[in-house]
């Protein structure tokens, strides 16, 4: 898996990414049961609300050689502020239709 990781920029403050990259590493949360290398391929931020760029960033990602597409916890649960993107429905609809099918999409980290 060549993995690309969004995640909200509002956490960025609060959260350098540590527990995503633990859970990859130690393939848990969402990598739990992955049996093939991971490799990180970047972490970016969606650019800010509403997560318009987001798109812009996931596609940078998959040419950047990124298969799989996740987006970090702090998005989908609100970690570690404890407000869930009120856009990340639409964020990964988006992404989504861009990217295609081909594209694995990954609903948190951990």
Known sequence: ???????CMQTEDFCPGTTDFKMVRERKGA???IIEDIEII???NCGGCPG?????RARELVKRGADTIAFASCIQ???????PC???KKMKEIIKNDLGESI???????
């Open 31 to 33: 990598f739990e049961g």
């Open 77 to 83: 649960k609100g970690t570690p502020i404890g407000y």
């Open 86 to 88: 009120p856009f990340a």
């Open 1 to 7: 898996m060549r993995l690309g990781i969004i995640r």
């Open 42 to 44: 970047g972490f970016v």
């Open 52 to 56: 318009k760029k987001s798109v812009l």
């Open 104 to 110: 694995r999409i990954l609903d948190y980290t951990h």
